[in-house]
């Protein structure tokens, strides 16, 4: 059939759909197709362009090449797989599925080595949870992968002559990639980065650490390498049997389109194609060492940890860097694509929490028990102690001794000792316990704090007569508020007690040396808030003044002209008004502002107290921290009508680390005195380093929640607040808490004296 005739049916068929170039174009790809063959894909093409115009030209392309190994009868079946793919895994597989169609679809339909993931979805679950010992995903995806959650795999293994193979494939893959949790892969080590010769502490995660070399793909693919090598030396150990398994398939080959390319290129091959050997070929490949794979090599035998994988990039690095060319090549060994740092990342810290969670709701369950069913004495508690008061003496015994060490679990007795009182293990925090050992090494002390806080919750509910948080009875205090529960969607009422205390002045240097510090600085500063202490404005329309009023004026006369009578509102008068704005500084005091943070915040405060005393805008600064629902605490720093002086100065330079940042009453409070300060504009700017936090539960959305509807609270009574934060992760919530434009995060703490000032003039004008 001529070009011209397969036009014409091109366009009968598709109509004006296509453009006539595009027909033609099409048609002279057409002309040399056997007869038989043309039928099978003209009576095709309506099926495939309505689905995708993409997928209509590839298979245009495809088809004509299929024609040498397809026969007119296998064309049909051929195009419903490709829409099957098309519908599973999108265009570009089904692009991949039309390219390889002797692997992807004749060998299936023989019956030859290929195996689908369904098919054995079931099997290789099982098989991952029981090395994993908790539940995981599987998945399909273009290449293999695994974020500690979710296992990708192939939708199908066609690389080998049998299904059997094809499965073993399948288990090693997911063996290989259970490991990357199981040795540590995503869990940056905490040693220090000097060892590995930076010169300063940053890199605290892999991002930070690959930036380091000039060329950071480069840097992950050899890290990739690095790690393949040790988790394969470990499955040789463990799993002999899997990998002598192994050692039966085919050869693997990869990377031979690298070789083609410059030497950096072809290091990195070679590299790779000798951990794919290294694998078949064990324990004789530890000796099959050249120039290239001797680095590599020495790593697969030694490596014990993610540090000796680091230290083996750079060696790596270093001799790849001197070689000719630029790295551009995609690694991608067939039994792991690409490693998900910040997928991993997501993934570990949820399961921390979890982790975290339910231990302290198991030990705080054990702990009210033992104290509400015990004598206060057989804990060692002052006599008289109430079981409440013992949960208190417990809490201060966990300040003094910190962390629980792996000893302290005596599993033999089934004893949990922390300090010196003891709590028989009950099966399911005995397991919680092992688990908390084995993710972090220890029970930190904050878990241990936060159960303490749940056996005083259980306490408070059992107060209320058993009836739970919904039937609590009101607390009592310096100031009560309620706290917004938004899994009921409603007020837990009365809840919160907040108590006023004040800051214990510090006399010494600190307000000296940071006015010192920056006495440059400063001077700026007062002469920028002196030129906002006066603020002008031209008043219309006034019976005396400065000026004519040339728009009153020009009404006058028309007015007169029409028979009125005309207005004696003439001049414009200029006013200068005083500024009335009232601001609040409420300052997080949590134990994790600590060290230069609260130095920052301080030198702050100064700097800002001296600007202001210029300027003559009304202010106050408190301080918040707490312990529970029961203990928030507001530290008074500068009262409104308190003059900014020595004693003032004082007490900023006294402002220190206290305990937990449960926000929502702080700002509960402070707007309460705002409500109560004469202003135009009242301003609530929050100092923090972190997000909403307490020890016996209170964090996480249900935090983050709280403090959103007392800010919400805040903003319906004419108070805008504004939060200064450092906390590098501010962007995930702050916005959700204050509003996109209403909270800065400043990265680098020395700039905080030096942009407060300047944020506050931005504020206020």
């Known amino acids: 059939m001529d070009s011209n005739k397969i036009s014409l049916a091109l366009d009968s068929m598709l109509g004006a759909e296509i453009s006539d170039w595009e027909r033609e174009e099409l048609a002279e790809k057409l002309v040399d197709v056997p007869k038989e063959i043309l039928r099978e894909i003209m009576s095709s093409l309506p099926v495939i362009w309505p689905v995708s115009y993409a997928l209509f030209l590839a298979f245009v392309d495809q088809a004509v090449k299929a024609g040498s190994c397809l026969k007119p009868s296998q064309y049909k079946e051929w195009v419903k797989a490709i829409l099957d793919v098309y519908e599973a895994d999108g265009l570009r597989q089904a692009q991949l599925f039309m390219e390889e169609v002797e692997d992807k679809y004749l060998c299936q339909i023989r019956g030859q080595g290929g195996i689908r993931l369904e098919d054995c979805e079931a099997r290789l679950l099982l098989y991952a949870r029981s090395i994993l010992g908790r539940d995981v995903k599987l998945t399909s995806g273009r290449h293999p992968f695994f974020d500690t959650e979710t296992i990708g795999l192939p939708a199908e293994v066609t690389d080998f002559d049998t299904p059997d193979k094809g499965f073993l494939f399948y288990k090693f893959t997911v063996?290989?990639?259970?490991?990357?949790?199981?040795?540590?892969?995503?869990?940056?080590?905490?040693?220090?980065?000097?060892?590995?010769?930076?010169?300063?502490?940053?890199?605290?995660?892999?991002?930070d650490f690959f930036?380091?070399?000039?060329?950071?793909?480069?840097?992950?693919?050899?890290?990739?390498?690095?790690?393949?090598?040790?988790?394969?030396?470990?499955?040789?150990?463990?799993?002999?049997?899997?990998?002598?398994?192994?050692?039966?398939?085919?050869?693997?080959?990869?990377?031979d389109h690298k070789r083609k390319g410059n030497d950096q290129n072809r290091f990195v091959a070679d590299l790779e194609q000798w951990l794919l050997s290294s694998i078949q070929t064990y324990p004789e490949s530890s000796s099959a060492k050249s120039a290239t794979t001797d680095c590599l090599a020495d790593h697969y035998d030694h490596a014990q940890?993610?540090?000796?994988?680091?230290?083996?990039t750079q060696t790596l690095y270093k001799q790849c860097a001197c070689l000719h060319g630029s790295y551009a090549a995609e690694l991608c060994l067939p039994f792991i694509g690409k490693l998900c740092f910040a997928e991993a990342q997501i993934q570990i810290d949820l399961r921390r929490e979890e982790l975290k969670n339910s231990f302290m709701q198991a030990l705080g369950t054990q702990i009210y028990d033992e104290l509400k069913n015990t004598e206060p004495e057989e804990h060692q508690s002052p006599a008289g102690q109430s079981p409440e008061q013992g949960a208190g003496t417990l809490l201060a015994m966990v300040a003094e001794h910190g962390d629980i060490e792996e000893e302290d679990l005596n599993a033999d007795q089934e004893v949990f000792r922390i300090g010196t009182m003891e709590f028989d293990l009950s099966e399911e925090l005995s397991a919680r316990a092992r688990e908390v050992f084995k993710e972090f090494?220890?029970?930190?002390?904050?878990?241990?704090?936060?159960?303490?806080?749940?056996?005083?919750?259980?306490?408070?509910?059992?107060?209320?007569?058993?009836?739970?948080?919904?039937?609590?009875?009101?607390?009592?205090?310096?100031?009560?508020?309620?706290?917004?529960?938004?899994?009921?969607?409603?007020?837990?009422?009365?809840?919160?007690k907040v108590f006023m205390k004040e800051v214990q002045p510090a006399y010494g240097t600190f307000v000296e040396n940071t006015l010192r510090k920056h006495k440059g600085l400063l001077v700026n500063l007062r002469r920028q808030f002196e030129m906002m202490s006066i603020q002008e404005k031209f008043e219309k329309r006034q019976r005396e003044g400065d000026e004519i009023d040339l728009d009153a004026l020009i009404d006058s006369v028309s007015d007169t002209r029409a028979g009125l009578p005309p207005s004696e509102r003439l001049f414009i008068r200029l006013q200068r008004n005083d500024r009335q704005i009232a601001a609040l500084f409420l300052v997080d005091m949590?134990?994790?502002?600590?060290?230069?943070?609260?130095?920052?915040?301080?030198?702050?405060?100064?700097?800002?107290?001296?600007?202001?005393?210029?300027?003559?805008?009304?202010y106050a600064i408190y301080g918040f921290s707490g312990m529970r629902r029961t203990r928030s605490e507001l530290f008074t720093v500068k009262k409104f009508d308190e003059p900014y002086g020595e004693a003032v100065k004082n007490k900023i330079a006294g402002i220190s680390p206290k305990e937990y940042t449960r926000?929502?009453?702080?700002?509960?409070?402070?707007?309460?005195?705002?409500?109560?300060?004469?202003?135009?504009?009242?301003?609530?700017?929050?100092?923090?380093?972190?997000?909403p936090e307490d020890y016996d539960g209170y964090k996480g959305l249900y935090a983050i929640e709280d403090t959103r509807h007392a800010l919400i609270e805040a903003k319906n009574a004419g108070i805008h607040p504004f939060c200064i934060t450092v906390d590098k992760e501010a962007h995930s919530y702050m916005a959700h808490m204050y509003g996109e434009v209403n909270y800065i995060f400043i990265d680098k703490l020395?700039?905080?004296?030096?942009?407060?000032?300047?944020?506050?003039?931005?504020?206020?004008?």
């Open 175 to 207: 063996t290989f990639l259970l490991h990357l949790d199981i040795l540590g892969t995503y869990r940056f080590p905490s040693s220090t980065i000097n060892e590995l010769g930076f010169n300063d502490d940053v890199p605290l995660e892999y991002g």
């Open 211 to 255: 930036k380091k070399f000039d060329n950071p793909a480069l840097a992950q693919d050899l890290f990739l390498l690095a790690e393949s090598a040790r988790i394969c030396a470990a499955l040789h150990k463990e799993y002999p049997g899997l990998m002598n398994d192994m050692q039966k398939l085919l050869p693997i080959e990869n990377g």
């Open 305 to 312: 940890s993610v540090w000796d994988s680091l230290k083996c």
């Open 441 to 496: 090494g220890k029970i930190p002390g904050d878990f241990i704090a936060g159960a303490v806080g749940r056996a005083g919750d259980l306490f408070d509910e059992s107060d209320d007569g058993g009836q739970g948080d919904d039937a609590s009875k009101p607390v009592t205090g310096e100031a009560v508020y309620d706290e917004w529960d938004y899994r009921r969607a409603g007020y837990r009422k009365n809840w919160c």
């Open 590 to 618: 949590s134990s994790s502002t600590e060290g230069w943070v609260s130095t920052a915040l301080k030198e702050a405060l100064i700097l800002m107290s001296e600007s202001l005393a210029v300027l003559g805008d009304r």
């Open 663 to 691: 926000m929502a009453p702080a700002i509960r409070h402070a707007s309460h005195i705002l409500e109560n300060t004469e202003g135009k504009i009242r301003l609530l700017i929050t100092l923090s380093d972190g997000k």
């Open 750 to 765: 020395a700039q905080l004296p030096l942009r407060m000032p300047e944020i506050y003039r931005n504020l206020t004008t």
